[in-house]
Every structure is written in structure tokens, then in C-alpha cells.
């Protein structure tokens, strides 16, 4: 292994933009730095974005939402009281994902632009997603792996952030080469079978500046749920976030995302055609579980994660109605 | 055999990121290349090496680098503090843990760069002279280890949590310690200690 860096701390966003082209952007580290030790990344330099302040901001602004620095960390994003009060899908999904000294350093853009956890992808295998020819998961060890959206590779993206992100429809601020372009968090991630090498749009020089999340409508609330194999630091089995309106006992508008069922975070269709209308009684919640992943193609070790993902959207209407 | 079909055995062996890892020490990679523009005085850097400047356990700590090395080869390899362990050197176990500006950080998972201008306190700074801190000397008193290994990641652990809330429930001492892994299990007597270092702070604040 013969790997040389140099560490940049930039002056302005633009020269961060300007040395990133020909090298990583780095902020916490605790992904990129994993990568490295694995031999997966080599960058030749790494663009130190800690050295930006302005990308450090939580803001608020009436009628305009939300705005996240893409710089803030985890634990910012989960010990903020105006996130639990107003916006705890965000404060949940941040306090849930790894451990304490991690979240203490890891970004949440970072998080947005983590790479997969596959242990074929992390480990020493030439697999499709670093431009080899086969997915060892398919036919292989698959029990994490997705069960719907896979073709070709069959990751799921491990961002705990994400999951809530795109539940509260939130969009990303990206400022790159080509200037400053918004973009709906939907759009955000690329499936396999569109370019199974990489998972976000984003091009060499682009970096996240901020999230914004629209102020949710009154009546509103929001919630992330996390099934993890052991209760201290893991990632996500299966997880669900919900931004649900509720009016005289039934939903009226929203959406539930789910995570760990998927290579992108996952709206599911008809899942989220159903929801508005339905009351939240138990007729109408069996209805909405039934509806998810009604199209998943498990693999052979993961076929659990349809029924898991089914009573977890259950729990958490059951919570949203009591 | 078809490139697709791996034993369970070459599986395992060829993991990357199990919690005893086998990920390479960054400063294995070959010498890293400085931004240059860091060096005050017009004083020269040794070819591949960067200036850092950092407070370690209260000490002004002035030295050359290369980039890649990580916050914990700094501590054992170039400062001796040899307090901080290395264990699975990939984020995940928690024996490596220390404070940077006061909060808990693992040390084998950020570059030494990452800390220039901040302040690190190790196990070691905990000492006053030859006084252990209550912390350690609650581990000692409450048969808080077993092999001892993850010890200082536990009691910086331990320390940082206190700080921020000097009462802690169980649930609190649970959540707060969930990035550090004990591999010989003493996970209730660990709790124990830090519990009872608490409540000694609380006897002495009275
Ligand atoms: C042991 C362990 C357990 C974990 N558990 C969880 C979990 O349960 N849930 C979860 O969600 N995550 C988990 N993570 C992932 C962790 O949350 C992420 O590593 C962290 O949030 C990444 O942030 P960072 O600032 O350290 O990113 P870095 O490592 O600095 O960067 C990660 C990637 O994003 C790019 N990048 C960083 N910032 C930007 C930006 N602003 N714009 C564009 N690109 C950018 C970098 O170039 C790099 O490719 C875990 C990680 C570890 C090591
Ligand atoms: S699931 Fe994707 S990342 Fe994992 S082995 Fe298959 S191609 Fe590689
Ligand atoms: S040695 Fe395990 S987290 Fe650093
Ligand atoms: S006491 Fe042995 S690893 Fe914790």
C-alpha cells in the first residue's frame, strides 16, 4: 500500500471547491479515514472543510425552514432542544447512529455521503461497486443486504440522516464548479441499476453546504425508529421515519421513508399512496404496513427485513395515533 | 473454484472491518506531503512532514508530522503517552478514546492534523502528581477491569460523561459508554465504578 496525502485546510468555500476536483472532501474523517485504512479510498490530497466556520450554522428562518450546516455534527444535530421539540426525526436518526466519540466528530454531510457497509465492498473483495465484475452478496453472506431497488449490486445505504432527511423532504444546498445548485433529497442517491460504482449524484468538486428542511405544517410530527442487532452502537437493520399530518384521527399528508431495505434511502410507492386518508385506527394501520415493500425481492437471508420493516411502520403509527 | 463461491473461511479471513480489524495504521501509508503554508518563522519542515501545535494534558506540544499520522500514533509513538491503547484502530472499540477540547473522540480514527490548536487530554493528565484521579481510583476500589486493556478509553470515557452530567443514571452511564467495547465483559462493574466515582464527587462538591 503506498498511498501519499497532503491535508488543505482551505481559506473559502471556493478554494475548497477548487482543490476538492483533484481530491476528497473531508470533515470528520470517520468514514473516509475507515476507507483508507481499507485501501478502498486513495485521495491525493484531503480538503479539510472543519477549516470553514460558516458551514457550522443551525438555523431557522420563518416561512423558510430549516437550515443545517453540512459541518454540524451529529451530537450537535441530537442534543439541539429546538430539533426535539420541533423536528425530533432529525434529533433521533443523529442520537441513534454510532457512538458517542463518533458522533462527537462525525458531520452530517458526511453521514449523507458515507459509503456502503457491504463486508464484501469493506473488505478485500474486487466486487461490482469497485469496478469488478460480480456482486459477492448476491449468491453470498446477504443477510443486511436490500430487499428492494437492488440490480446488479445489493447495498443499502447505511445513512441513519438520510432516512429522516427524506421523510421531512428536505433538500440539499450543493455549491461546486459549476455554482450553487438545490437539489430535493429524493434526487440525491443513485441506484445500481443506474450506476452501481457510486451513490450520490454528486460530481468531483461539489460539496454540501447545508440541508434545508421546510418548517412542517401545523399538526405535524415526526419520528425515526432504529432496529439494530445489539442495543449499543450498530447500524441500522431495518429503520423507519415518518412526517406525518394527522386531522380528527386520520392522516391527511406526509410521507414515511424507510432505511436498511434498500441502496437508497426508500420511498416506497404505494406505501406513501396509501397513507393520506387512512385513519389511524388499526384497521387502517394494518393497511398502510401491508402496503410497504409490497414489490421486495428478498435475497436468500434477508427476507425477515419485509416483516420486520412492516411492524415497525405498525409501531410507529400505533405511536403517532396514541 | 468460481470466483463467486468463497467458503466461509476465506470469507472471514478476508474482512476488512471486523471489531479486531485488520485495517493498516495510516502512518503506514508512505510519508504524507504538507500544505506548506503552515510554517511560521520561515522555519523548514523536514521533506513530507507538517508543523503541529497542539495542548496535550496542559502541555504547549510543538512537532513535525507527516498528515497521515492518526491522533493515537502521535500520543504513543511520537509524545509516550502510552496510556492511550490501540485496539481495533478503525472507530469502533473505544480503547483509544481521549478528550479533544473536552469532548470524547477516538484517537486511532482522526488525523493528528485534525487536533492542531485544540486541547487532548489523555489518561495520563488525569494524574495530579501521583494522585489518582476518583475515577481511577473507582475502577481500582470496584473491580472496574478484568485484563485492564480497555480501561483508560473506559475511564476517559467516563470522564467526559460526568462532565457534561455529573449525576448520571444508569441508562445515562449505558448510553454514554455504548462506543466503548470491553472484551472480557465487565461491563456491570464497570458502570459500578463509574457510578461510584459519581457519587464520591458528589460527597466531595458537599
Ligand atoms: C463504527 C461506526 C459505526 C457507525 N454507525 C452508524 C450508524 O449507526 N448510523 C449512521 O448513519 N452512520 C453510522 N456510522 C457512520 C458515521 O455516522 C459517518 O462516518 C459520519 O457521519 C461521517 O461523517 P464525517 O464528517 O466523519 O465524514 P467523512 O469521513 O469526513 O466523509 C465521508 C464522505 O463524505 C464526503 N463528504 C464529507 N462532507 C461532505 C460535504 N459537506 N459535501 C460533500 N461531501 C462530503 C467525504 O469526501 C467522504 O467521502 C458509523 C461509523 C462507524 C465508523
Ligand atoms: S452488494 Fe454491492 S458492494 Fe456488496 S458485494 Fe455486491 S456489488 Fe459489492
Ligand atoms: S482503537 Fe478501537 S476505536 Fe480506536
Ligand atoms: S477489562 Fe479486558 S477488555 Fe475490558
Known sequence: ?322 | MAEKDISRRIFIKRLGTGVAGSGLALSQLSAAVSAGKDDDAGEKAPKDQVLLQLTVNGKAVRLHIPASLTLAELLRDRLNLSGTKVVCNHGECGACTVLLDGKAVYSCHILALDAAGKEVLTVEGLLKGEELHPLQEAFVKEDGLQCGFCTPGQIMSAYALLKQKPHPTPDDIREGMAGNLCRCGAYPKIAQSVLAAAKSNARAER
Open chain 1, 1 to 322: 500500500m503506498n498511498q501519499q496525502f497532503e491535508y488543505i485546510n482551505p481559506q473559502s468555500l471556493d478554494e475548497a471547491v477548487k482543490l476538492a476536483g483533484q481530491g476528497s472532501v473531508y470533515a470528520g474523517g470517520t468514514d473516509l479515514l475507515g476507507l483508507m485504512k481499507n485501501d478502498i479510498a486513495h485521495p491525493q490530497r484531503l480538503v479539510n472543510l472543519k477549516a470553514l466556520p460558516e458551514l457550522k450554522a443551525v438555523e431557522r428562518q420563518k416561512g423558510k425552514g430549516l437550515r443545517l450546516g453540512a459541518l454540524v455534527t451529529l451530537n450537535e444535530l441530537a442534543e439541539n432542544e429546538m430539533l426535539q421539540k420541533d423536528f425530533p426525526a432529525i434529533s433521533q436518526a443523529a442520537g441513534s447512529a454510532a457512538s458517542p466519540q463518533l458522533r462527537n466528530v462525525g458531520t452530517l454531510g458526511g453521514n449523507l455521503c458515507q459509503r456502503p457497509r457491504c463486508w464484501y465492498f469493506r473488505g478485500d473483495f474486487d466486487c461490482l461497486r469497485k469496478g469488478g465484475a460480480t456482486c459477492f452478496a448476491m449468491d453470498g453472506e446477504n443477510k443486511y443486504h436490500c430487499v428492494v431497488g437492488g440490480d446488479g449490486c445489493y447495498i443499502v445505504h447505511p445513512s441513519d440522516m438520510a432516512v429522516a432527511l427524506l421523510a421531512l423532504e428536505a433538500k440539499l444546498e450543493i455549491y461546486g464548479p459549476g455554482g450553487q445548485r438545490l437539489l430535493p433529497i429524493s434526487h440525491f442517491y443513485v441506484l445500481p441499476e443506474d450506476d452501481p460504482t457510486v451513490e450520490t449524484v454528486l460530481q468531483p468538486g461539489e460539496i454540501i453546504t447545508s440541508v434545508i428542511v421546510p418548517e412542517q405544517p401545523v399538526g405535524s410530527r415526526s419520528v425515526f425508529v432504529k432496529f439494530r442487532e445489539r442495543s449499543a452502537w450498530d447500524f441500522a437493520v431495518v429503520s423507519v421515519a415518518a412526517a406525518l399530518q394527522v386531522q380528527n384521527g386520520a392522516i391527511s399528508g406526509g410521507k414515511i421513508a424507510l432505511g436498511g431495505v434498500a441502496p437508497v434511502p426508500w420511498l416506497d410507492k404505494k406505501l406513501n399512496n396509501t397513507l393520506a386518508g387512512t385513519a389511524l385506527d388499526e384497521n387502517g394501520i394494518n393497511k398502510i404496513a401491508a402496503s410497504a415493500l409490497t414489490d421486495a425481492e428478498p435475497l436468500e437471508q434477508n427476507g425477515y427485513k419485509v416483516i420486520l420493516a412492516r411492524n415497525m411502520i405498525k409501531g410507529v403509527l400505533q405511536s403517532l395515533a396514541g
